[in-house]
């Protein structure tokens, strides 16, 4: 890459085209995964796997779409609580030709605890996806104002953010005077 920057993208479904593209690349025939990694966790009474592989893109269609593309990754989440078995399959593109998929998969598994913990909070709680704005600059004052909020919560409470919202919203006239 020109700026010496690598990624790891998300592929999801607002890239239609590219997201068939992968997934039929693996579907078809799929190549030996160049790098394998397999992380099994508890959690919350469910058992965790994440298997993790990585393949060579040769798709030349896709290297032309995305600049120093080099490798795509599959993730397969499956998780099993009591005789109940979900299983989500997402997407990656990479433009790390040598890092172990190891790496990557703590990488993608950090990214999803964020995703968790705070995005949830945002997207849940301040029901961020669906507030209707949309002017640009209305929108990121809103989100700041909601990170902010969110910060300022969980700096001051040990609750979860739906129930400090609502001791927040009771007293707020507390919050705002000032501490001595």
Known sequence: MTSGNDYVLQVKGNQPKL???????????????????????????????????????????????WAGLARTVVVVKTVVR?????????????????????????????????????????DVQFKQDTNGIRHPLAAVNVALFNTLSLNYLLLHTPLPVSYTQVHF????????????
Request: aromatic share 8%; with cysteine; charged share 15%.
């Open 19 to 65: 997201r068939a593209a992968i997934q039929a690349q693996h579907q078809a025939a799929p190549a030996p995964a160049r790098d394998y990694t397999q992380v099994q966790e508890r959690r919350s009474g469910a058992i965790c796997t994440w298997q993790v592989s990585s393949y060579a893109c040769a798709d030349p269609v896709l290297q032309t779409a």
């Open 82 to 122: 009591g005789a109940v078995s979900t299983r989500q399959t997402r997407y990656y593109i990479t433009s790390l030709r040598t890092t172990p998929v190891a790496e990557l998969a703590a990488g993608i598994r950090g990214h999803w605890g964020i995703e968790n913990k705070l995005h949830r909070a945002r």
């Open 169 to 180: 919203a009771q007293n707020f006239k507390q919050f705002l005077s000032p501490h001595p």
